[in-house]
């Protein structure tokens, strides 16, 4: 999956380059880091409804 997630400086810098291995380093070096908060807030929201209606039974 291509991402166009870089701001204008990096992808300027980056799109000058020929070849395009730093390029798709630094798209999944920033899906990565866009990623942790997400599953990190997504497994404590599960934790949290879980538990509320495990203690619910």
Sequence with gaps: MKSNAQCAMC??????????????????????????PYVLVGGLGFFIYYRFFKLKK
Aim: hydrophobic share 45%; charged share 20%.
């Design 11 to 36: 992808r300027a810098v980056l799109e000058s380059e020929e070849g395009m291995s730093t390029a798709e380093g630094i798209n999944n070096g920033i899906m990565y880091l866009m990623a942790i």
